[in-house]
Nanobody, 128 residues
C-alpha cells in the first residue's frame, strides 16, 4: 500500500513562490513514478510534473516549464514541487500520485487516472 501526504499549500500573493512537499513510502518501495497534479476550482485534474524514484528522471509539463520544478530528497522520502512567479491560475488543489514503474517505460503525467495512489491534496491560493 502506497501512502502519500502533501503539505506546503498556502495563500500566496501573485509573483510569490512556494514549495510543496509529498512525503511517501514509495521511495522505500523504489519502484514508482511520483507525479504532481493540479486541480483548479471547477476543473479536472491535470498533470504538471513527475519523477522516477529509481533513476531520478523528471518530466515537466510544457506550459509550466521555467516556473515549476520537481526534486526529491531520498533521506526524507519526499518529493518537492517548487513553483515560482505564482499566478492566480495556479490556484487549486495540488495532489501527489504514485504509478508503478512496471506499467510504463518512463514517468508520465497524462492521463492523471493512470496513477493508482493519491494523497489528500494541499491547497494553493494565489491572490492579492
Amino acid at each position: 500500500q502506497v501512502q502519500l501526504v502533501e503539505t506546503g499549500g498556502a495563500l500566496v500573493q501573485p509573483g510569490g513562490s512556494l514549495r510543496l512537499a509529498c512525503t511517501t513510502n514509495a521511495f522505500t518501495l523504489n519502484n514508482f513514478y511520483l507525479g504532481w497534479f493540479h486541480q483548479a476550482p471547477g476543473k479536472g485534474r491535470e498533470g504538471v510534473s513527475c519523477i522516477d524514484t529509481k533513476n531520478g528522471r523528471t518530466l515537466i509539463e510544457e506550459s509550466v516549464k521555467g516556473r515549476f520544478s520537481i526534486s526529491r530528497d531520498d533521506t526524507k522520502n519526499t518529493v518537492y514541487l517548487a513553483i515560482t512567479t505564482l499566478k492566480p491560475e495556479d490556484t487549486g488543489l495540488y495532489f501527489c500520485g504514485a504509478l508503478p514503474r512496471s506499467r510504463f517505460g518512463a514517468c508520465k503525467i497524462n492521463p492523471w487516472n493512470d496513477y493508482d495512489w493519491w494523497g489528500q491534496g494541499t491547497q494553493v491560493t494565489v491572490s492579492s
